[in-house]
């Protein structure tokens, strides 16, 4: 068994125009910067990305955006891109917004071999038209469909040769769900040890979700809005 | 005379108990945290993954895997847990939260909510706000009774887009604290000075009015 | 705030006749020891029980069992238990059987406000008869509900005095999907420390989920098939 | 000559592949860790929360808080994991498993599977037998050709309550390796010194016969 490979490229070499892939992170915390890197240097078109947020115009994944790589965006929140706001104005951008919970809810239901299930999250609202409702407990509710992609793309702190990550702090959000739900998954990390190295107790993703697996490089780690305390 | 975001945000922190974990919105409600009082423990919970919220770090101390909901820098209390945001919404979604607050556009005497999107404007998205609404227990409005225009906030029926039905239980304005009842808008409180006829005035539904209606104590 | 009883008595002394309680454990692997004792000195009668299994004998669930206390069972297998299967051939106890893996789902889903879902597991046999079934995917799926009970007792290795739970290798099973989904949600633990000790990044449930926590005492963990290898 | 359960359980061992992620069911399917090739890597997953399932403990050391999912004490290999059961469910359910392998009553030429209850015994449960067989990509039964009547366990049509349906890809019996396809059942290799004859005149059903059918190599 051999799932680390060099880098990013590598990781990627694979994916094809017109792909879905899902991309962790929350804003610009716990993205999986090399591999944002690798895909806008791949110049893979026509993608679509399942990512809660759309980075920033000259980070994450505004950088694709601005290459016009991507077709559609499935999102919950993409303020914070000027571009990304002409593309989506303009109509070269398709965007399907979905109530954050749901989004992190739907993956991993794809990831556990969930079609579909129920909640009450953004009934009544537009959210909620054409889909399909229903009453329980009192309450009416939404079927949700459970989603997969082509490559889950995530970025972990620690991992292991066999494919265990464990995540750090807030950056965990997108990247444990998202890391069950590719038909690929590429995780890049800031440490790569060998297998045994981990307290298996401390795992966030056993390795079985992760097909690839590489010790990324160069971290940036750019902080969207840097908020001290005032003394 | 009417309050202003640190006024509300007072006056929504009287409705903290012992215990309660909170999630707060973005703007006015985050600063409800700076009132919590002394004798309480509240946990806050961030929905990007994060139980037990502390106050934003020191100058050169942000650390970039540590945010809130908000994406801005914070730090952690003793006895704080992160998750990922499948459990994250798991809580709230699953009821756990014992109160969310958040701001709106609009907000209706049914307890229906507006909050994320205004037709011709870029839209940004709803993010968790539709979860939060349509799950939690008890969600409190911090909001400004009128627009900058002037309109009330407060009506029978919401114009912009609807972020929930029929899931506000209380709204805590520059003006009045007003519940939510199944016979709708009842007015609780006034913002010290301030006069029941002002509140009806600018309140666009029918308010109930029974008896005295006390200043809020701040 | 304060979640820490003194003891399993003081954390079920609100419990009454004829409620629903889940109980954590696989086997007699994990299982809260100190709460079942205190449930059998309590004498409580009429209980629904949902557990993956059912104890044997003279240990776990078995207890509760041999004094009558409980009415139904909602399992995934009730081997190793001879007074068990005496009460439900004589009709005393009602049994539940559900598939493993769409027990732990239904609780995880109670906890997590899902009040329904579609698995393929139980499709086309007896389990599937009288429930809902639906096409995703070419394939056929079953409705299956949410679940959740006035008491959920769990046992964890660690645990703060926030409610914060560590479980230690496989003691914890169902025991984490449990705690999210009890009206009540007690713990016992094997080290109890204040809040703060705990790494924020290895806790398996969050405080939230957690409304009483004691430090449970003189467990015996016995093993149910002690295997060992050939030397 | 039929095989014993051991040379059933190196016949599967035929079937693994480097890397794969393997759920080995009780009895004969367990044996089946014990003759995996040496140039190959397998990792063993226990639906009670293990991956990574390692050799019994030595005397004297077992782990009460480390079984499989048959309840034995076990112990784990580098590069393990633990997690809890509605996870080790969400592996099993959402494909991630590469290979099933389990024990049957009775199997038919469509895939049908019966293994968990016999009317009028005690029922002890289904376990995650139904969820492994639902969702596996990949199903091998392991089980003798005929039960101890001498009657065929492999059938057109289960007489006893399901486990499963279409969902066997497999069959690996004391006498041949069988495929279910579309048409039935295929026959693939003999066990050393069995008829085709021998085998057809056990099963229950049609078996197709394609060319000369090779000898297991064990």
Known sequence: MNKV???AKEAIKDMRDGQTFMLGGFGLCGIPENTIHALVDSGLTNLTCISNNAGVDDFGLGLLLKKHQIKKMISSYVGENKEFERQLLSGELEVDLIPQGTLAERIRAGGAGIPAFYVPAGYGTEVGEGKESREFNGKMHLLEYGLIADFAIVKAWKGDTMGNLIYRETANNFNQPMAMAGKITIAEVEILVPAGELNPNEIHTPGIFVQRIFLGVDYEKRIEFETVRES | MSLDKNGIAKRIAQELKDGYYVNLGIGIPTLVANYVPNNIEVILQSENGLLGIGPFPEKGKADPDLINAGKQTVTTIPGSAFFDSSLSFAMIRGGHIDLTVLGAFEVTDKGDISSWKIPGKMVKGMGGAMDLVAAAKNIIVA??????????????????PLTGIKCVKKIVSDLAVLDVTDKGF???ERAPGVSVEEILEKTGAPVIVEGDIPEMKL
Chains 1, 3 share one sequence.
Do not use: A, E, S, Y
């Open chain 1, 5 to 7: 490979v060099k880098n």
């Open chain 2, 143 to 160: 909001t400004t009774h009128t627009d900058r225009h002037g309109k009330p906030k407060l009506k029978t029926k919401c114009d912009l």
């Open chain 2, 186 to 188: 009842k007015l609780i």
